[in-house]
């Protein structure tokens, strides 16, 4: 009995592990084929969500300040709003300013200290070459190379780029289609200094958070915008 008794459980036990064996490579496989989706499918949608494919092509304003990235992505969102009526939204863009205009309750959640302005506030309106956007608040408790941008480039109703401290570039463009309607691009673009652990990191844990939270940014834009027009009495539908 005690014999039988060893011999059930030394059974026992292998049965289970070969289960648990089994378990991890089906386990495995499924992250393997997750990944496999996201790269070849999800990624390459959101890298360039929005954009046609010879707007992903061109050369943009600001493109020089960032040459041969090592990553770059290109959004677009038609806007049913002349560009005048765009350009007051993007060029207050900023902590401390007219906030992102995008999830402030996820930003917020980890201490960013973002608010979002629901109107243009003339004393936003104006950059210059060499001022300061902050991401988050100023004393936040992770400093790294996006804490804060510099404006590399101004071209008032057209064109942001901003730069930050490793020489990565977030591009703002509008492109007027005709008196009521723009398309409003925008760029990021990331030097090839980065080391093979940073571009990791960039891959698994920013690129899709930082796309929800740019959408975010262009459809916020995008909707202010075509209500002012609207409340301004326009013609935008």
Known sequence: MIGASRNGGSAESATA????????????????????????????????????TEEVSRQLPGDDAAPEPSD????????????????????QLGQGRGGFYSYTWLENRVGADIHNVDRIVPELQELAEGDSIRMVREDYWFQSPMTSMTVERVDPGRTLVLQGHDGG?????????????????VRGRKPRNRTAVGY??????????????????????????????????????
């Open 72 to 91: 770059e992505t290109t959004r677009a969102v038609t806007v049913a709003a002349p560009s005048d009526d765009v350009w007051p939204w993007v060029v």
């Open 17 to 52: 592990r070969v289960d648990r064996s089994g378990g991890a490579r089906i386990a495995a496989l499924s992250v393997g084929v997750m990944v496999a989706v996201y790269h070849v499918l999800v990624r390459p949608w959101h890298r360039t969500w929005g954009a046609t």
């Open 200 to 237: 990791a990191g960039r891959y698994l844990a920013y690129e899709l958070p930082h796309f929800v939270m740019e959408r975010g940014l262009m459809v916020g834009i995008q909707t202010r915008a075509e209500r002012r027009r609207r409340d301004e009495g326009g013609h935008s539908p």
């Open 169 to 185: 570039t977030w591009t703002f463009h509008l492109d007027p289609i005709d008196e009521e309607t723009t398309r409003f691009i």
